[in-house]
């Protein structure tokens, strides 16, 4: 007598990779316009909060206040609501509202075939707000891509923000969705985020295209070429590059 074992298809299902995707950067060139309108709002907004009420602050004490929040706290907005009481939601609306936002994307071509190409569930993970990420998405053409859009509003624990590369929220994220780490592979062009997530046990693949010098965080060769640190297992110049990867990846 002959036996068989089949598998179902809930196991099949979670044999398979989750994919956690960032979007500025990854999945879109946020350098090209974008971001330097961000920066823009974000002076103009800490100009007027470290203002005396009449006169706004001078670009030195804006930028290096931004600067302090973003290295202090992985993002500005976790810094103005910690020492000024600002509302985050306040904040990142003020400061990601574009009178034409479409006009300044800029992200190659065929990125919802190579999301339905690669095998698993994919989520949007970003530190951006939920209704400029939405807007780029629809953009892209790429919402029905993802079973999961989890914005920066999602990224409390305990009821504080605790966005990319707070592993207390990864961890959360993980329970959330009854994910594993092992089975997650997380997509981004930020180093520190991309750290956080393997130590928890992800694996990580690194997109450098559209990285600026400040993004790299010293893993510059003198020929300019990008080191690959350890706790990066792939990198790659564009998330097309990725299904050619997928050995690494497993």
């Not at 298809?9 to 350098?31: E, G, M, Q």
């Not at 053409?141 to 999602?154: K, M, S, T």
Request: glycine share 6%.
């Amino acid at each position: 007598m002959v036996s068989f074992i089949v598998r179902s298809d809930v196991n099949i299902t979670r044999s398979k990779p989750v994919w956690l995707f960032d979007l500025d950067n990854t999945l879109h060139n946020a350098s090209h316009a974008i971001f330097p309108a961000i920066m823009a709002g974000m002076n103009s907004y800490l100009a007027r909060l470290l203002g005396d009420g009449v006169t706004p602050a001078s670009d030195d004490v804006v930028n290096a206040t931004r600067t302090m929040y973003w290295q202090r706290y992985g993002a500005t907005t976790l810094g103005v609501v910690k020492h000024h009481g600002v509302k985050a939601e306040h904040f990142l609306d003020a400061t990601h509202r574009f009178d034409n936002l479409e006009s300044m994307i800029r992200a190659e071509r065929g990125l919802r075939q190579l999301l339905r190409r690669l095998p698993g569930r994919k989520i949007l993970l970003t530190n951006a707000p939920h209704r400029y990420s939405s807007q780029v998405l629809r953009h892209l053409g790429l919402q029905r891509q993802f079973q999961h859009h989890v914005a920066v509003e999602a990224m409390t624990v305990h009821r504080h923000m605790r966005p990319k590369p707070s592993k207390l929220m990864l961890h959360k994220l993980m329970r959330h969705h009854r994910l594993t780490p092992g089975r997650c592979i997380l997509v981004e062009d930020t180093l520190a985020n991309l750290r956080s997530a393997r130590e928890i046990g992800m694996r990580t693949a690194w997109v450098t295209q559209y990285l600026t010098i400040g993004d790299t965080a010293g893993l510059a060769h003198p020929q300019k070429r990008l080191i690959r640190p350890a706790y990066v297992d792939v990198k790659v110049k564009s998330v097309r590059n990725l299904p050619a990867r997928m050995h690494r990846l497993r």
